[in-house]
Structure formats: structure tokens, C-alpha cells
């Protein structure tokens, strides 16, 4: 059954492209039976690119009515600014939140909190009666599914941590994945362990400190890390997930004290970690060069400094 609206909707593109004709017929004047003709064509022409614009406009908003909106549209989205403008979790907003989805159905939003909440530890924040209404919100949005759906989405970085890692065995320098949906058992891939950490250990601020990073559109490269007596060179790449930001991260490890005391003592031991660090498994056949590279290597250059070529 049509309401008066949608009459109206559909008749409003038939009295304007009849409104470009009679405009344009007045002023132009055409005579005869090309004139007509003409005044149909614009007409028809001007029908379509109206009703066009208005199917692709129509088909966005039930695409976003589906799928909702972004939960940085909503008044309590659930982090504040905090002195020092940086984000901070904002339990208040979250619980908002909780309620509002619970009655008002936002697929997209919602998940979004319930990733914010589980990566903020929430439940352990809540009172045993929030605690409840988070289970149902839980339950409702499928949040089981969207840290196996993080899962999934790092299993290739699994793939590429381990087998960098695999590339240079007790070298000194440690890679690692985290999975930040989970951040109390973060830890998931670990090669070349030098912190003595182990697989499904947690992770206390590197969330925090990445999200920091990320406003500032700063790198988390080549920092020192000093703890005790123990001296650290590092990186760390965070793994941005379009629907939910940051969701993990890499991280590499060089214990600088091995090698600069322990590697750098002697010759043999020199010797020793280079012939480790170079060693190769199988011979490929395949070339990674440029045409000038492999012209010069053809002619006897050793190394990419090689002068003499």
C-alpha cells in the first residue's frame, strides 16, 4: 500500500524533468515536429539521470540502514580524550552503548564495541549485573565470531612472523605476533625467544601506546629498551583491521647486550653467528636482480658495495 510520501517521491522526478522541458521549449521556441522530438529526447534523457541518482542513493541507504554505522558516529563512543589528548577508555559510554544495542539493532557498531570492550578487558571492569547485559549483547551481535574472524584475518601474519623467525635461528633477534582482540593471551607466535616469554602470555599497554602512536601518525621504530641489565634494540608494526583498528601487532626483538658483548667476544664466535645467520636450507634457482645487477655479478661483483665494478 502507498502512502502519500511515496507518491509523492515517485511523482517529484516526472514534474521536474516536465518543468526542464516546458523551461527549455519556452525559450528555444522549436517549431514543427523536430521540436517535439527534441523536448522528448532532453526529456528522457534528464528522466534517467534523475532516476539514476535516485536508485544509487536509495540502494546506499538501505545498505547502511543493513549494516549501520560506524561507532564513531555515536555520542558514546567509548573513549575520551584525556589530558594529555590522547584516547582512554570510557566505561560509562561503553555501558551506554550496551543498553542502546541492546533495543536498537546496529550490526557494524556494535561489533565494534564488543572488540573495544574485549580488548579493554570490560568484564572484569563490570558490575555482576552489567556484567549480564554485556552477555546478552554478546550473544545477540555473535561475538564469538568476531575474534575468530581476527583469528582468521592473522593467520597469513602467523604464516610470515614464523617464517622470518625460522630464517635466522638463534641469531639474538626475537619475532613475535600479537593478537590484540585478546590482549590477556595475546602472544600467539614466538621465534627466537630471547625474552623468555611464552605462548598466550599478555600484553599490558601496547595497545594503548599503538593506539597513541597511530593520532600522531608516528612509527614505533628502532626504540631502546633497557630493563635491568638487560639492553634492547626493537620494533614494532601494528596490523590495522579496516572494521575495528588496530588488532595486532608485530613485534621484533634484538638482545643488543648478546651480541655486543657475547657475539663480538671473540673471533670464532664472530665467525660462528655469521655462518648461523647465513645459512641456507635448498638452493633456488632464480634471479632477484636488477639488469645492471646482474650484468655486474656476471662480470665478478661480490656485493651490492662492491666498488670496484
Known sequence: MKTEDSVAAQAAPKLFVTAIAEHHYSINMPTGFSGDITINVI?????????????????????????????EEYDFYPFTINRENFPEFNLKDFRLGMHYFLKNNDYTAARQLIFIGEQNNVRAQLEPSEQKVYARLFEKYEGKKIADDTTQYLENYVRIVRLIGKSFPNSGIEILLHNLADPSHSLIVLENNVTGRHLRDGTTNLLIDLKKRQLLQEDKLNYELSIGARKFKCTTIPIVRKEFGIVGAICINIDANYLTEEVIQSKERIEAWFKNFCRTDMQADENILSKDEYAKAMKGQRHFKDETF
Open 43 to 71: 526529456a528522457s534523457i534528464i528522466a534517467s539521470l534523475v532516476l539514476l541518482a535516485a536508485g544509487f542513493l536509495w540502494g546506499k541507504y538501505k545498505e547502511r540502514r543493513k549494516y549501520g554505522r560506524n561507532l
